[in-house]
């Protein structure tokens, strides 16, 4: 029998049934009807051309061909359970894989990993440099950071403010436009075009212009006072998402990595 078209469900049954020797017994732990014990052994039955139990005025007794598989079952079972906990096992280990772009982990991600881990002194972070969409199952991936309008297929949430700021140097800078991926169009002549926003930045401070970034991007430059504002901050339907796929999304270490990032 090809393994696709294993009755599992049945034969979870049938373990039910032969330790319990009751339907009404196997019912309550399945949290399922009697009827419903009954109408699994019979299409178990009728699958495997066999019969299984026996109703006699004892109760409910095993036919030969139940006890000359139910060990195998059963061993079957628990080698089950022990690929489950196999697989579970990496929802406690201490070891992260995130993707984010190159600028965001340099001026935002990494020192928020810093002080997550300082408290959790066994953490260690695998962290891949990504500026497009990656498949999570491929690149093994449990956490993604995002500039997105949303989570898309995924699960996520939103960190920081979906606004971009202009900015340039501290004592001001010509009316000039740095400009990079992803970046708002703007009216200013171009001065220089970099490979993304944290370098925009840089170019800004350096005076070469003014560069339009994610606010979340600027915040740290503009508080330490490298790069000022120019006018207010400006509503965009782009923003920084933490991203993963439901499984992911689910473990308990991928949960205290979100809540401490977003805290």
């Not at 319990?20 to 699958?47: C, K, N, W, Y």
């Not at 956490?143 to 939103?158: F, M, N, S």
């Not at 708002?184 to 490979?195: D, E, K, N, S």
């Not at 207010?232 to 998402?241: M, V």
Request: aromatic fraction near 6%; charged fraction near 20%.
């Amino acid at each position: 029998m090809k393994r696709t078209h294993l009755p599992l469900n049945g034969l979870r049954v049938l373990d039910a049934a032969a330790r319990h020797l009751s339907f009404t017994r196997a019912a309550d732990e399945l949290a399922v009807t009697p009827a419903a014990v009954g109408q699994q052994i019979r299409a178990l039955e009728d699958m495997l051309g066999v019969v299984l139990f026996r109703r006699t005025p004892k109760g409910l007794e095993m036919t030969p061909e139940t006890e000359a598989g139910l060990e195998a079952l059963r061993g079957g079972f628990l080698m089950f359970e022990e690929s489950v906990r196999a697989m579970q096992a990496g929802q406690s280990s201490l070891s992260l894989t995130i993707a984010a772009p190159r600028d965001i982990t340099a001026k935002w991600l990494q020192t928020r990993l810093a002080a997550y881990a300082a408290g959790v002194p066994e953490l260690s972070f695998s962290l891949v440099a990504a500026d497009e969409a990656l498949d999570f199952t491929e690149a093994n991936l449990d956490l993604a950071l995002r500039l997105t309008d949303g989570p898309g297929e995924h699960e996520g949430i939103r960190i920081g403010d979906a606004a971009f700021v202009t900015v340039e140097a501290p004592n001001g800078g010509p009316e000039t436009r740095i400009d990079w991926p992803g970046c708002p169009a703007g009216t200013l002549p171009t001065v220089m075009r970099v490979a993304d926003g944290g370098l925009a930045i840089e170019a800004a401070a350096n005076g070469f212009g003014q560069a339009s970034v994610p606010a979340l991007l600027a915040a740290r430059d503009i508080a330490e006072g490298r790069v000022r504002p120019v006018g207010d901050a400006r509503p965009s339907e782009r923003s920084y998402w933490l991203i993963a796929p439901l499984p992911q999304w689910r473990q308990k270490k991928v949960k205290a990595l979100v809540e401490a990032l977003t805290a």
